[in-house]
């Protein structure tokens, strides 16, 4: 079990019950395991392999374990009675009535959320990622969509709960009343669409690139002599670089070449003239040319191989731990929550199923610690992170969602963006001269230009961190350092501050200093492997690496804070995308064989993806004259095919294109996409934050405005305050 001292966890006094049977709970429930929480695994009387129990090692790792008989079970109400926290799935799991408290935060994790056509279904992940469009996004475009090969979505869902299980705690400690929790996979899944929705939500139209980016070129999985490379570029700057170490310099200014937008015109000449050049060469040796010029790159890791990986074991993610009812010790993931002071703690024991029965029958028969004598429940209107200051000096995807659900949740959020704006901005497609997907990534931010080379805007950045409670980044590691401001600068400017950093392969690495971009983690942390389009490693279309380590950077952000309410001091973060990825992937480390499975059948109007037990799917498929491994093609439409698989035992969803999703009836229902009015009147589409709190439900309000908007008010006050300290030096 996790060994945990009140001055190192960031949870303490918190019982967690787990009762919902996704991976999205035992997820949440290790998270807060590892953060400190006594979590307690309701588990059913018999073993199964469905949802979370595929893989039992991994989601009972750190918990204790009761056995209940089919959830009726008087030791396990009496622990829902005294919870302070409840995990469930209602969709897939019944939970007995229990007397719930007004102190209670009760979380329900499902695949649709507690409203809409589609509550209640109980669709697999897999399903999920096809009706939600994460599915079209990702595979070979000459190809039919392929689904991500691990339960992304679950994972997603399952960080977002323990961050919204945070807040709620947050919350409870001002007011003294919980709330419920609802967290749904199709919300998380339509979050991560910020890269594709820009071209629906601008009339175009948007599928599938393969290894590909939709927005940047080049970018792709290039062969080599002996296997595949990585090669990932997002600006002219780099192209210029590699045509030099590929020796093709003569493109850096040639006309379809020059600029981003006309190489992802021609991206197929692009990857073309690039490939040339890999393929005469190792992996190893394109690796170590590419690796001089800072060009994001990486090779395609095997689950098998991350176990050996030099990064992974420097940074403690591979750990051995005893399983109690097989009497083994297993490889699991390690925490990927690193921080300074309250880093999450990775489990030492599996427990055997109902080993816990007898200590906790005695735990519940003694007085409940905590506050309970703390104020009902009542109305609260501020969001959980109100009177909060962020500071983000973020790119792209990972930083930029960190402080957009801080915003939701009601931080006041500066970006700080250098002269000519953050690299994204300007990305394609646009509304006037600012990008869509600049705008999804950035609601409810102010932009602030500093130009943190210069000594006059480092003493207003400086003066601007003593305001702020946070501070997220995803430069290239050791970049901030290297301006002036390391983590340990940072503290003594301002000893409260939270310092989160977020980077491929994280700051304290055995690759100081290498750059990544999402694809090249993916490759590294075993998501291609798992995700295979006729055989060919293939990477997930959202940018899966990215939106994980920034999920798992505001769950860390979110700890942090919950320690400093309680002890006064901020401390370092130090997120891994790399990290995060692997994971994400442990529940195919020791897993067993999935009773379950999923195809997706092309049909005459589209495709279908089609769910259930795999002898059933198979012998479905076979009288249609299918086979599950050759993409199956049918003259039937994809209305009159589901009812047949319905008659089955299977389920069937159609597998939806982004466009498709962006006006369905649950993304409606659920206004998973809301416009706002920037302050020169241009109406955005924003997405919504997928955190349902029912007493301070995250607002999205706005898009953020022209660069630099917020310039004359915040740096006339910066400038105030450093005036008024030279001043007193003076004095």
């Known amino acids: 079990?996790?060994?945990?001292?009140?001055?190192?966890?960031?949870?303490?006094?918190?019982?967690?019950?787990?009762?919902?049977?996704?991976?999205?709970?035992?997820?949440?429930?290790?998270?807060?395991a590892q953060l400190g929480a006594e979590v307690v695994l309701a588990e059913p009387a018999q073993a199964g392999s469905q949802w979370k129990w595929r893989n039992r090692a991994a989601m009972a790792a750190g918990k204790r374990s009761v056995r209940t008989a089919d959830g009726d079970d008087e030791l396990l109400r009496t622990l829902l009675d005294r919870a302070d926290i409840v995990l469930m799935s209602s969709d897939v799991t019944r939970v007995p009535a229990w007397q719930r408290s007004e102190r209670q935060i009760v979380c329900d994790l499902t695949a649709f959320g507690n409203s809409g056509p589609l509550r209640g279904l109980p669709y697999t992940d897999a399903l999920v990622q096809a009706i939600s469009g994460v599915a079209d996004t990702t595979g070979d475009p000459a190809g039919?969509?392929?689904?991500?090969?691990?339960?992304?979505?679950?994972?997603?869902?399952?960080?977002?709960?323990?961050?919204?299980?945070?807040?709620?705690?947050?919350?409870?400690?001002?007011?003294?009343?919980?709330?419920?929790?609802?967290v749904a996979l199709f919300d998380c899944a339509v979050s991560t669409l910020a890269t594709f929705l820009p071209f629906p939500a601008s009339g175009k139209s948007v599928t599938r690139a393969g290894n590909k980016h939709s927005l940047a070129s080049p970018?792709?999985?290039?062969r080599a002599a002996d296997g595949w490379i990585l090669i990932c570029t997002a600006t002219d700057d780099q192209w210029a670089r590699l045509c030099k170490t590929i020796g093709r310099p003569e493109l850096v200014g040639e006309d379809g070449y020059a600029t981003n937008p006309q190489r992802v015109a021609n991206?197929?000449?692009?990857?073309?003239?690039?490939?040339?050049?890999?393929?005469?060469?190792?992996?190893?040796?394109?690796?170590?040319?590419l690796g001089e010029t800072g060009i994001a790159c990486g090779p395609i890791l095997m689950v098998s191989q991350l176990h050996t990986h030099e990064n992974l074991l420097h940074r403690g993610m591979i750990v051995r731990v005893r399983d109690a009812a097989r009497g083994v010790e297993v490889a699991l993931p390690g925490s990927p929550l690193k921080a300074a002071i309250t880093p999450g703690r990775p489990a030492t024991l599996i427990p055997a199923p109902d080993s816990d029965r007898a200590a906790l029958v005695g735990t519940v028969s003694s007085p409940r610690g905590g506050n309970d004598s703390a104020q009902t429940a009542g109305e609260v209107h501020a969001g959980a992170y109100s009177g909060l200051r962020v500071i983000e000096i973020g790119q792209y995807t990972t930083a930029p969602l960190v402080a957009r659900q801080l915003a939701a949740l009601g931080a006041e959020v500066i970006k700080v963006e250098p002269p000519g704006g953050e690299g994204s901005r300007n990305w394609p497609p646009h509304q006037g001269d600012q990008g869509y997907f600049f705008t999804f990534s950035n609601s409810d931010k102010r932009s602030v230009v500093l130009d943190l080379r210069t000594d006059e805007d480092k003493l207003r950045f400086r003066a601007l961190l003593q305001t702020a409670d946070v501070l997220v980044e995803n430069l290239k590691p050791g970049a901030l350092a290297r301006l002036g401001f390391d983590?340990?600068?940072?503290?003594?400017?301002?000893?409260?501050?939270v310092y989160c950093a977020i980077s491929g392969f994280g700051l304290d690495s055995t690759y100081p200093g290498r750059p990544a971009f999402d694809t090249v983690v993916q490759a590294m942390c075993g998501f291609m492997d798992l995700t295979r389009a006729n055989g060919t490693p293939m990477k997930s279309g959202i940018s899966a690496a990215d939106i994980m380590g920034g999920e798992l950077a505001l769950l860390t952000i979110a700890a942090a804070l919950a320690y400093r309410d309680r002890c006064g001091v901020g401390q370092n973060i130090d997120i891994s995308m790399q990290d995060a990825g692997v994971w994400a992937t442990q529940m195919e480390w020791q897993s067993s064989t999935s009773a379950t499975r999923t195809a997706i059948v092309e049909c005459t109007d589209g495709y279908l993806a089609v769910d259930g037990a795999a002898e059933t799917l198979g012998q479905w498929l076979a009288g249609y004259g299918l086979n599950a491994e050759r993409a199956p093609r049918t003259a039937l439409a994809r209305e009159d095919l589901s009812p047949s698989a319905a008659r089955?035992?299977?389920?069937?969803?159609?597998?939806?294109?982004?466009?498709e999703v962006l006006n369905h009836p649950q993304v409606t229902a659920r206004q998973l996409v809301l416009y706002g009015q920037s302050e020169d009147g241009v109406r955005w589409p924003l997405l919504n934050s997928p955190l349902r709190l029912t007493r301070t439900p995250p607002v999205v309000r706005r898009p953020i405005g022209r660069l630099g908007e917020a310039n004359k008010e915040i740096l006339a006050s910066l400038d105030a305050t450093i005036g008024q300290e030279e001043e007193r030096t003076i004095r």
């Open 648 to 659: 089955a035992g299977l389920t069937a969803a159609p597998v939806n294109s982004v466009s």
């Open 219 to 222: 970018w792709n999985a290039y």
């Open 144 to 182: 039919p969509p392929t689904l991500v090969g691990l339960p992304v979505l679950e994972f997603s869902a399952g960080i977002y709960a323990a961050s919204a299980v945070i807040a709620a705690l947050r919350v409870r400690a001002r007011s003294g009343g919980g709330q419920d929790i609802d």
């Open 487 to 497: 983590a340990a600068e940072l503290q003594r400017i301002n000893r409260r501050l």
């Open 267 to 289: 991206a197929s000449k692009v990857d073309a003239a690039v490939e040339q050049w890999t393929r005469e060469r190792s992996v190893d040796k394109c690796l170590r040319n």
């Open 1 to 32: 079990m996790n060994v945990l001292t009140e001055t190192t966890a960031a949870l303490t006094d918190v019982l967690v019950v787990e009762i919902g049977e996704r991976v999205a709970a035992g997820a949440c429930g290790s998270l807060l």
